[in-house]
């Protein structure tokens, strides 16, 4: 099926800048086909509840000057398992633990999976500079 590239756009950017300021582990899955309410579902690891707080922040003014807003965020009271809905695209963020138990590559095994490799190949092609 493939995604939209809008969303190939945004994804693109969450898991550059995601790994950038501390993610690790990210698996793309393209959700498109299996649910109304959004294309892709990211899923990352980060070490500790701060990060998970301080890399909602880093995302979110990362989508801003594309047009891509946060509609929804869940848990960064405990930043155990953050997610954060920007329409397009839904991040989860897992301390490992709380990845480990939730599973949602397993839960979602029928989602096909995006290579992490080809987004950021396609990110640092598309020019952007820090």
Do not use: K
């Not at 969450?14 to 993610?23: E, F, K, M």
């Not at 509840?49 to 509609?71: M, N, Y």
């Amino acid at each position: 099926m493939g995604l939209p590239e809008e969303t190939r756009e945004a994804v693109d950017l969450i898991v550059a800048t995601a790994l950038q300021h501390g993610a690790s582990e990210p698996v793309v899955l393209d959700v498109s086909g299996s649910t109304p309410f959004t294309d892709a579902f990211i899923v990352l690891t980060v070490q500790t509840a701060r990060t998970a707080d301080a890399l909602a922040d880093r995302l979110i003014e990362a989508l801003r000057p594309t047009g891509v807003r946060l509609r929804a965020s869940e848990g960064r009271e405990t930043g155990t398992w953050v997610l954060l809905d920007f329409g397009l695209v839904v991040v989860h963020l897992f301390l490992p633990e709380q990845r480990e138990f939730y599973a949602l590559e397993r839960v979602w095994r029928e989602a096909p999976v995006i290579p992490v490799a080809e987004t950021l190949v396609t990110a640092t092609a598309g020019g952007e500079s820090a």
